[in-house]
Each structure stands twice: as C-alpha cells, then as structure tokens.
C-alpha cells in the first residue's frame, strides 16, 4: 500500500485541513502551556518545538505515523549493524564508531568494536607524533601544517569540526583543500613550506578524482622543492580509506595508512579515521569527546520513548511541514559565528541521504521526501534571505541554533573586552530570539498593526530552538548526531535508504568521457551545449 | 656591612661568598631551592665555588638564614634579591614581608631581574608600607662557569637608582671590585633593568643570525669559519659571540628573554626581532637532528649514536634548556639509543630521563663510542677538544662525526678518515 493511502497518513491529512486554517499566535494565546510543555532536553541539547504548527492531537497522529512505519524496528537494525543500505548490501555503523562499551556487533566475522578501537589506536600514535612535534618533514624540520585532502565528506567533517572548536593553541595549523580545480591549491601551497607541510589524503574508495588530483599536486610540489618521491611520500602523506591497496599503489607507508570500512557512509565518516585531521587539530583528548558526545546521543535516540526522543520530534516535525503543510525549504540558523560550516555540513547529511524519488522497493513515490535545506550564520543571514522568510511566498522551516553560556568569553585577557563580547553574546540571543518571534507571530508581535503593506508580516513561519549548554566538542558530536538521526527517522518514514547516492555517480562517469572530448577536442559524441562550450573552450569559433 | 643574600643559585652564592671573604657579614636564605638541595649541588657547578664558601662559612662571616628569623635581619643595612628569574610570585610576597620590617637607611638590591619595572614596583610597595628603604637595581652578569672572576672583576657595574645616598652605599659596597678604574654607570632602575636584558636580546640576534648565515653556507658549500673571520675583522662588529652552532640555551639566559618579551606586550609593542631569533634559534637546536636524519635518509629507527656534552655549554652541570635536550627528544622519538658523555651533566640527564631504555649514561667518552654510528658533539667541553681519533674510529661503526659547536677542523679531521658534518662546515 502507498505510504499515501495508509491510515495514519490519511489521519494526518485530514486534520492538516484544519490545522491548516490556524495561525501560530491563536494557538499561542489558546494554549500558552505549550511553550514549555513542547521543549526537551538531550545530551546537553534543549529543543523547543513549541513554534512548529503542531496540536497535541497532530503529535499524537505523528507518533502513530511513526509506529505504523516500524520505526522502532528501524532503528534496532540501524543500531545492530543489520544491511539497512540494502542497495550496497551494507550496514551503516556510524554509531558504532563512536561506541564506548563494546555492543558486540560483528560484522563479516570481525568484532566492530575491537577494529574500531584498533584504528583509534594507530591514530593517536600519528596524531600525539605531530602534535609533540616530532613527525619530521624531509629534511628533519617538525611538521607544522596539514593539509586535509578530501572531498565530501572527507571535507566537510573535520573542516565543520575544527572550525566550530576553533583551537586557539594548537602546535598544528590545519588546511583543506577539496575542489578539484587546484585554483585554491596553488595559492595554499605558496603560503605554506614544503619541509614543515604534511598532507591528509582522505578518500573512502582511494579513487576519488577530486582528491587524487590535489594529492599529485602535493606530491609534486614536495618533489620539485627537493624531496625525493620516497621521502615525500613517507614523510609527507597520511592516507585514510577504505581501500588499502589503493593506498599502497600510490606509495602511502603501510604505517602512515588509517582504515575505515565500507559500512561507514561518506557523509557520517567523521567518527572515523578521516576525524584524524579534527584529532591533529584539537588533539586525541577532544576527538574522543566529540565521539562521547554523539555516543550520549545515540544512547538517548535508541532508548528513549517516541515522546520524549529529540531526533524523532524532531524528525516528525520535517514530516508534517514537508508533507501535509506543504513547505519546500529548511534553513539552518546558527547564531554562533563558529557554526558558520554548520550549514553546509547539513546540507550535504540531510540532502544527500534523503534526496530519493523511489521507497526501498524501487518504485516511485508519491509524496515530497527532502526538503531544500539551505542556511547561514544567523546574524548575517538577517541581512540576506531573512527578507524571503519574512515577506517572500515560498514558507520555509527554521533551525535556530545557539550556546547557552560562552566560556570562551572568559579567556579574554582583559574585563573591558570580556564585557564587550558578553554583550554581543547577549546581542546575538536577542536578536535570535526576535527573529524566531516575529516569524511566529507577524505583525501581532506590534503592539499596532502597521497600515503600509509593504510594512506587513504574516508571519505563521514554523521555527525549531536549539540550545547548547555550551559550545565544545561533546555538544558538537552531539548536535551532529542529533542531525543524523533525525535524517533517519525521515527516511524511515518516507520507506527510502537514506544511506546510498547513486545520483551522484552518472556526472563522474560522463566526465571521465568528456576530459577525453575536452583534451583532444573531438565532441561529436556529446550534446549540442557541450559541444558549443569545449569549442569556446578550446579557444575554437564556431 | 651587613648583608642578607636571598637566593640558592650561582649569582647568590658567588655574590654571598665573594663579599663575605672582604669582610662583610652575609646571611644567605636560598628560599627558592628545590627540596632536597644543598648548597654543594649548586657550588659542583662552578670551579672554585665550594673552597670559597667553606672558608666564608669557617670565619662565620657567611652563615645560613631561614625564613622564620626574617624580622631579626631588619636590621642589616642591605637585602640582595637573587632569587631565580624564574620565581617572580615569591620574589613578590618576600618584597612584601620586608617591606614591613625595613627601616631607615636600608637598602634592597634587585640582583636577578623580573621584567622592567619591577624594582619601581617594589618602591612603591615599600613607600605604600610606609618603610624608608630604598630599591636599588643592579643587575648581575655573571656567566655559569665563570661567575667568580667576573664577579671580582667586572667590565662594568650598572646601577639602577636616583637616590644619592643609595648611590653613595652602593658604591662604598661594591669598592672592592671597583679599583683600576670606575665602573660605575648610574641610571634610572628600568633603565638599568632593560639594560640587561638588552644586552642578552643582542646576543641572542647576533647568534642567530650567524646560525642562519652558517645554514645558507652549507647550502652553498662554502665554509662559514671562512666568513666569519672575515666579519670579526670589521671593527663596527668584532670577533666576539659570532660561533654558529647547535643554538643557544641555558634557563636564566632563556627566561631574560622571555622576560623582556613580556615587558614589550605588556606595553602593548609587538617585538619582532627577538621572536624571529628565537624562531632561528628553534631550529638551530635540532640542527645535528636534520644532518643526521638527511645523511641516514630518515631511516633512524634501531641505530645508536654517541653525544657528547649535554650541558647548556661548557663547565657546567645545568641542562635546562640545553639545545641537547631538544636533539635528544627528537632522535629518541625516531627510536634511536643514544651513548651519553657529559663530565659533570649526567646525574642532570638522568634525573630529566629517569631509567630511559633508550639512554646509556657513559661516565668514559671513548666507552660512549662503542658500536655507535655516529658521534654527535653537543657542548663543546675542553676535554673533547683534542680526543684520541684512533679509540674514536676503533669503537665507532663508521668514522663519523656530526659536529654542532664546529671544534674541530674539516681538513684535518677528513685527511686522517673521518666524515665530518658541523655547522656551516664540513661534509654538507
């Protein structure tokens, strides 16, 4: 039966007709208990989500949606280590990565927990090396860059990481490069030294064209500045994959190699050996509570009742907005200049999991899945696409994102700049909790409607809270978990694998066809457009 | 005079010693000793140190303090702080106890620095105690191995005070030493302060800089000992503090610079100068690390080396922060054994090391050769200066030796079989 025609939806949609007809600030003033009563707490995260256009009765048919979709079976095979990723035929064991009790799930024969451990091990031997000064360049010089290499989520992960816990005393300074285009590469590679960089390759399959591109870039580079192939290689490259042959071929030294394993997703590859670059920044201390906080995370997602489980409340809260409110975007709000990454991290975990037209059975489905999820750092963002949220016609969910306390604040050297920043803190709370209102509320946020039009606001704009005790890096794991498993739940209930990305594939393969078009300039094979543009390309006239 | 000296280390002793042999009465207080210290540990590292002060203690002109009787030494008409430079906190509450108890026509000398304008500081603590006494810099340059002599017959004697009867009480004080000519310079006590530590910021850039030129000789092949008896002769620069080598060390001569450092941020001055020598001198220290792992193609891990001198520098047995320690940590993270020679500093070494299995403590330096690799010279100790070549080829592996204070000579040492790498000189 389609997911459309089952009860628990067609409840849904029928009492989305009367939901529908309510503003936010009427549901407010006739039931102002919900501001506290639609708010909980896990793993240091406190979620309100008493500004989502949800009745009591809407969570109660939410729950069963929920039930009637197996979500609890769901996520015992997430947790167990079953082949949830049927369309890879495998698990998808990012919480087993960030296990702090042995679970005893094996998988292919092998203990998961004890491979884990194993690879943790081997990290910290190479992260306590550099961070101690003691992993030494060609010509004996200590290490004092790195570069992370890597694309995706090789990428993202340890950039979001070490930017958001932003170390101010690390003996290491960490770089990224990505894009494959090297028009970022040249300009690193001139602001760093050959003698004291060591470069990060991180790719899952080691084949990754983006990053082997950037590597060779390296690895040349070190050569032409006087290492030998042998020396740039053992001194200069740490890889981390899945695919140790790969690493082996390109001349990675067996002890230098990290692995991770093939139920690890890209995008959830962060707990794993690619986290080496957010360990070397941050050190090993900080990567283990990183990995605690996700754990205290999973731990609350896997046994706590539906009611009380942030990522499912959370999760259902996408549902009812995407499907029966009919809202198209998601934007990611963090009033915390060091989650600026935040959204791009989320983009990528949210869209790529859950951007799928077809169930787990192959057939097309009727209903909207993924949300267009975008965002900024809030405070900017209120001089940018705030405008749409208040007065545009597309409605859109809101993430509002913050610390609760700052104690970074107190680091600073003297009480004059200490005042300063405690009042921008309390600035940047106020302006969040503003924008979250008027959002909600529209022009009733006025104590008198305005007459000018162009000055009205409707309001009616569902939003989430989200506040960290603090930012650090259990919180950070945690938040990140929490995404995670929100981006579960939907899928569980839309019936997709959020754990595969086959639309990804289709433009590598045409682009491997198309640098032989572009180098040799014979493009009688592709289309019209690209035809007309390697021409141009090629500096031909048509 | 009397004289309460406080401080346990080489400038308190030779300074306690030396004026109670011209016949002051000194009471000495080494408050900021570490536990277990006694006096002979300090005076093992200065020749003629422990004579000097066993006769002081026989004439009773030299006797030991303690904190408790502290009030009963009011009365003495000069306090010397001599307490590490690195101990600014106790210098601090000490200043603060005596400001209390001074009186009339005392005075209190700030010997070992703490920042500029620390000494004025401690004026202001006495006049908020409202005691009469008067501050006094007069900051020491005494060189660990030579402190005695220099202490006798100083190239000058800097006074730090604008109080004509301090001046006066200093000069009466220091009369003894001041004899063939005035040696005096008076000024003003930051003056006097920034002064010293001037001085030791210049010497650590001219280092420095030779350090880099030597690096940029090797590079090219041309041999720095050449160059630098070329700079010497100019007379605008001189002969003296122009060695390269494995960089400089030593704690009171690093904390100087760390002091002067913060005085500049303190006023909110970024010093560029100084950061950069210490940068230079960063890499300086490891510089035998380089040599050795460029000649062995970074493949360390299961030889032994031999290292002679862990000291700072010579005729001493300090080792906190001694370029060899740097070197060492770097060859023993690469699994290298290291065969230790140092004439006074291997009890030092041990302790900072304790039971390490990757260190061989040798009290014979041939012994410290056997079935070595290579032999490393890191303090340039007399004793190394002219070895027997044939015992250190017979118990070497290979003839080889990686030279960080340049105290042989490339030509010779080559002609009679040996591979030799220093600084700026010698095998690239």
Not at chain 1, 136 to 141: E, H, I, Y
């Amino acid at each position: 039966m389609s997911l459309t025609k089952t009860p628990a939806w067609q409840n849904l949609a029928e009492h989305a007709n009367d939901v529908r007809q309510q503003h936010l600030k009427d549901i407010f003033a006739q039931d102002p208990q919900r501001g506290h009563r639609d708010q909980i707490s896990a793993a240091g995260i406190t979620a309100n989500v008493s500004r989502q256009r949800i009745l009591p009765q809407t969570w109660q048919y939410l729950y069963e949606l929920a039930e009637q979709q197996q979500l609890s079976a769901c996520i015992e095979k997430l947790f167990s280590g079953q082949p949830i990723n049927h369309t890879e035929n495998r698990a998808a064991l990012h919480t087993a990565l960030r296990e702090q009790h042995d679970s005893g799930i094996v998988v292919d024969g092998y203990s998961v927990f004890e491979q884990v451990q194993t690879q943790l091990s081997r990290m910290s031997v190479l992260v306590d090396r550099i961070r101690a000064g003691q992993w030494r360049g060609f010509t004996g010089l200590a290490i004092t860059d790195v570069v992370n290499m890597g694309v995706g989520g090789s990428d993202l992960g340890p950039h979001l990481a070490v930017s958001a816990l932003q170390p101010t005393d690390s003996p290491i300074r960490v770089h990224y490069l990505s894009s494959m285009d090297g028009a970022r590469t040249a300009n690193l590679l001139a602001s760093l030294s050959p003698h004291t960089t060591l470069f990060v390759f991180a790719s899952k399959t080691f084949t990754t064209i983006d990053t082997l591109a950037n590597a060779q870039t390296g690895l040349e580079w070190l050569m032409a500045h006087g290492a030998s192939r042998e020396l740039a290689l053992k001194q200069h490259f740490i890889g981390v994959s899945t695919n140790v042959q790969k690493m082996t071929a390109f001349g990675i030294h067996p002890a230098h190699q990290l692995y991770f394993w093939d139920w690890v997703g890209g995008r959830y590859s962060l707990w794993s050996t690619i986290g080496v670059t957010i360990a070397i920044a941050l050190g090993m201390d900080a990567f283990r509570t990183l990995l605690k906080g996700a754990s205290d995370m999973d731990a609350h997602f896997h046994q706590t009742p539906i009611a009380e489980n942030l990522p499912i409340r959370l999760a259902l809260t996408t549902i009812w907005n995407r499907n029966f409110l009919g809202i198209h975007g998601k934007a990611i709000l963090p009033y915390d200049a060091r989650l600026n990454l935040l959204p791009a991290y989320l983009t990528q975990l949210i869209m790529e999991s859950n951007g799928k037209s077809v169930d787990r059975a192959g057939n097309s489905i009727s209903y909207r899945t993924c949300p267009i999820v975008w965002g900024e750092v809030g405070p900017n963002a209120q001089h940018a696409f705030y405008q749409l949220l208040h007065q545009g016609t597309e409605a859109a969910a809101c993430d509002f994102i913050a610390p609760i306390h700052r104690p970074d604040i107190e680091q600073s050297a003297d009480e004059a700049t200490r005042d300063a920043l405690r009042y921008q803190h309390q600035l940047a709370l106020a302006n969040l909790l503003a924008q979250s209102s008027v959002l909600m509320l529209g022009d009733a946020a006025l104590d008198a409607p305005p007459t000018d039009p162009h000055k009205h606001y409707a309001g009616n704009q569902p939003s989430t809270t989200l506040l960290l005790e603090q930012l650090d890096a259990h919180s950070l794991g945690a938040l990140i978990a929490l995404y995670e498993h929100q981006t579960f739940v939907e899928a569980v209930i839309w019936n997709i694998n959020p754990f595969d990305q086959w639309g990804v594939e289709l433009g590598k393969q045409i682009a491997i066809k198309t640098l032989t078009a572009l180098q040799e300039g014979q493009a009688e094979s592709l289309d019209a457009a690209t035809q007309a543009l390697i021409a141009t390309l090629n500096g031909q006239t048509l | 005079m009397n004289i309460v000296i406080y401080g346990h280390d080489y400038p308190a002793l030779v300074t306690a010693a030396s004026l109670a042999s011209n016949g002051n009465f000194v009471t000495i207080l080494p408050l900021d000793a570490p536990v277990n210290w006694t006096w002979q540990d300090t005076a093992r590292k200065q020749s003629g140190l422990a004579l000097l002060i066993e006769k002081q203690l026989e004439t009773k002109r030299l006797v030991w303090g303690d904190l408790q009787s502290l009030p009963a030494y009011a009365t003495s008409h000069v306090h010397i702080l001599s307490l590490s430079a690195a101990v600014g906190d106790l210098s601090d509450n000490l200043v603060q106890q005596l400001s209390l108890l001074l009186r009339e026509k005392t005075l209190l000398v700030t010997q070992t620095l703490h920042g500029v304008g620390r000494a004025d500081a401690y004026q202001h603590c006495l006049k908020v105690a409202q005691s009469p006494a008067q501050v006094v810099v007069w900051p020491e340059f005494l060189s660990e191995g030579s402190a005695i002599a220099q202490f006798n017959r100083p190239d000058r004697i800097i006074i730090g005070t604008d109080n004509d009867w301090a001046i006066n009480r200093m000069r009466d004080l220091l009369r003894p030493y001041n004899r063939a000519r005035d040696m005096l310079l008076i000024m003003k006590p930051a003056a006097a302060e920034m002064t010293k530590y001037a001085i030791n910021s210049l010497l650590a850039l001219r280092v420095s800089a030779m350090n880099e030129f030597a690096n940029l000789a090797t590079s090219l092949g041309v041999d720095i000992e050449q160059v630098r008896q070329g700079i010497g002769t100019d007379p605008r620069i001189g002969f003296n503090y122009l060695y390269p080598g494995a960089g400089f060390g030593g704690p009171n001569f690093m904390a100087d610079l760390s002091a002067i450092l913060h005085t500049f941020s303190q006023q909110g001055i970024e010093a560029e100068l100084l950061p950069a020598a210490l940068r230079v001198n960063d890499h300086q220290q490891e510089i035998l690390f380089s040599k050795v792992w460029q000649h062995y193609r970074t493949h360390l891990t299961g030889k032994t080396f031999a290292l002679w001198g862990v000291s700072y520098k010579p005729d001493t047995a300090t080792i906190e922060q001694a370029s060899s320690l740097k070197l060492i940590d770097a060859l023993l993270a690469q699994g290298v054994t290291l065969q230790v020679h140092d004439p006074k500093a291997l009890v030092a070494l041990s302790t900072y090391y304790p039971n390490h299995a990757q260190i061989k403590l040798c009290t014979d330096m041939y012994d410290a050769c056997l079935g070595a690799h290579a032999l490393l010279i890191m303090t340039e100790w007399k004793d190394y200066w002219s070895p027997d070549f044939d015992r250190i080829n017979a118990n070497l592996v290979e003839a080889r030796i990686f030279d960080g204070r340049n105290i042989f000579d490339p030509e010779a040492i080559q002609t009679i079989g040996f591979h030799y790498h220093a600084v700026g000189r010698g095998n690239a």
